[in-house]
Nanobody, 124 residues
Framework: QVQLVESGGGLVQAGGSLRLSCAAS????????MGWFRQPPGKERSFVAV????????YCTDSVEGRFTISRDNAKNTVYLQMNSLKPEDTAVYYC?????????????????WGQGTQVTVSS
Protein backbone atom coordinates (compact mmCIF):
# COMPACT_ATOMS: atom_id res chain seq x y z
CA GLN A 1 0.00 0.00 0.00
CA VAL A 2 1.11 3.57 -0.62
CA GLN A 3 0.01 6.92 0.80
CA LEU A 4 0.21 9.99 -1.40
CA VAL A 5 0.37 13.67 -0.40
CA GLU A 6 0.25 16.43 -3.00
CA SER A 7 1.58 19.95 -2.64
CA GLY A 8 2.37 22.95 -4.81
CA GLY A 9 -1.05 24.09 -5.90
CA GLY A 10 -2.16 27.71 -5.76
CA LEU A 11 -3.38 30.73 -7.66
CA VAL A 12 -1.47 31.82 -10.75
CA GLN A 13 -2.13 34.15 -13.67
CA ALA A 14 -2.61 32.81 -17.15
CA GLY A 15 0.75 32.12 -18.76
CA GLY A 16 2.37 31.38 -15.44
CA SER A 17 3.88 28.19 -14.07
CA LEU A 18 3.44 25.88 -11.11
CA ARG A 19 5.14 22.67 -10.04
CA LEU A 20 3.10 20.09 -8.23
CA SER A 21 4.76 17.49 -6.05
CA CYS A 22 3.43 14.22 -4.73
CA ALA A 23 5.28 12.57 -1.88
CA ALA A 24 4.70 8.86 -1.39
CA SER A 25 5.19 6.82 1.74
CA UNK A 26 6.51 3.30 1.81
CA UNK A 27 9.57 1.54 0.49
CA UNK A 28 8.02 0.31 -2.74
CA UNK A 29 7.50 3.61 -4.56
CA UNK A 30 9.56 2.48 -7.54
CA UNK A 31 7.23 -0.46 -8.08
CA UNK A 32 4.29 1.85 -8.89
CA UNK A 33 3.38 3.57 -12.11
CA MET A 34 2.49 7.15 -11.16
CA GLY A 35 0.13 9.64 -12.68
CA TRP A 36 -1.77 12.88 -12.35
CA PHE A 37 -5.47 13.50 -12.86
CA ARG A 38 -7.54 16.65 -12.53
CA GLN A 39 -11.13 17.48 -11.75
CA PRO A 40 -12.62 20.88 -12.66
CA PRO A 41 -15.66 22.05 -10.69
CA GLY A 42 -18.75 20.07 -11.65
CA LYS A 43 -16.87 17.81 -14.03
CA GLU A 44 -15.52 14.29 -14.00
CA ARG A 45 -11.97 13.49 -12.97
CA SER A 46 -9.76 13.09 -16.05
CA PHE A 47 -6.30 11.83 -16.92
CA VAL A 48 -3.44 14.32 -17.25
CA ALA A 49 -0.13 12.46 -17.34
CA VAL A 50 1.60 9.19 -16.48
CA UNK A 51 5.20 8.14 -15.82
CA UNK A 52 6.65 4.64 -15.80
CA UNK A 53 8.29 3.01 -12.79
CA UNK A 54 11.83 4.06 -13.74
CA UNK A 55 10.79 7.40 -15.23
CA UNK A 56 11.92 6.55 -18.75
CA UNK A 57 8.46 6.63 -20.29
CA UNK A 58 5.91 9.40 -19.97
CA TYR A 59 2.67 10.36 -21.65
CA CYS A 60 0.46 13.44 -21.39
CA THR A 61 -3.04 14.06 -22.59
CA ASP A 62 -3.29 16.18 -25.73
CA SER A 63 -4.62 19.29 -23.99
CA VAL A 64 -1.46 19.67 -21.89
CA GLU A 65 1.13 18.21 -24.28
CA GLY A 66 4.04 20.61 -24.68
CA ARG A 67 3.04 22.58 -21.57
CA PHE A 68 3.09 20.00 -18.75
CA THR A 69 5.89 17.59 -17.88
CA ILE A 70 5.65 14.65 -15.52
CA SER A 71 8.74 13.25 -13.82
CA ARG A 72 9.73 11.26 -10.78
CA ASP A 73 12.60 10.89 -8.36
CA ASN A 74 12.58 7.39 -6.90
CA ALA A 75 15.29 8.28 -4.39
CA LYS A 76 12.94 10.90 -2.94
CA ASN A 77 9.72 8.91 -3.39
CA THR A 78 8.28 11.87 -5.25
CA VAL A 79 6.52 12.50 -8.54
CA TYR A 80 6.25 15.95 -10.08
CA LEU A 81 4.06 17.78 -12.54
CA GLN A 82 5.68 20.87 -14.03
CA MET A 83 2.95 23.05 -15.51
CA ASN A 84 3.92 25.91 -17.82
CA SER A 85 1.90 28.32 -19.94
CA LEU A 86 -1.11 27.75 -17.72
CA LYS A 87 -4.56 28.58 -19.01
CA PRO A 88 -7.81 29.31 -17.15
CA GLU A 89 -9.15 25.97 -18.38
CA ASP A 90 -6.40 24.23 -16.40
CA THR A 91 -8.21 25.28 -13.22
CA ALA A 92 -9.02 22.12 -11.26
CA VAL A 93 -8.19 20.01 -8.25
CA TYR A 94 -5.15 17.96 -9.23
CA TYR A 95 -4.78 14.45 -7.87
CA CYS A 96 -1.75 12.22 -7.69
CA UNK A 97 -2.39 8.55 -8.48
CA UNK A 98 -0.50 5.29 -8.16
CA UNK A 99 -1.08 1.82 -9.44
CA UNK A 100 0.73 -1.34 -10.48
CA UNK A 101 -0.29 -1.14 -14.13
CA UNK A 102 0.51 1.45 -16.83
CA UNK A 103 -2.89 0.93 -18.47
CA UNK A 104 -4.76 1.47 -15.20
CA UNK A 105 -3.35 4.97 -14.80
CA UNK A 106 -5.39 6.20 -17.77
CA UNK A 107 -8.78 5.50 -16.18
CA UNK A 108 -9.72 7.13 -12.88
CA UNK A 109 -12.27 4.36 -12.25
CA UNK A 110 -9.47 1.79 -12.07
CA UNK A 111 -6.82 3.57 -10.02
CA UNK A 112 -6.22 2.08 -6.59
CA UNK A 113 -4.33 4.83 -4.76
CA TRP A 114 -5.09 8.54 -4.62
CA GLY A 115 -3.78 11.61 -2.91
CA GLN A 116 -6.11 14.14 -1.30
CA GLY A 117 -5.77 16.64 -4.14
CA THR A 118 -4.38 20.14 -4.48
CA GLN A 119 -6.23 23.12 -5.94
CA VAL A 120 -4.83 24.90 -8.98
CA THR A 121 -6.55 28.11 -10.02
CA VAL A 122 -5.52 30.02 -13.14
CA SER A 123 -6.86 33.54 -13.47
CA SER A 124 -7.32 35.26 -16.83
Amino acid sequence: QVQLVESGGGLVQAGGSLRLSCAASGRTFSSYVMGWFRQPPGKERSFVAVVSRNGDNTYCTDSVEGRFTISRDNAKNTVYLQMNSLKPEDTAVYYCAADASWATLFDHRSVHYWGQGTQVTVSS
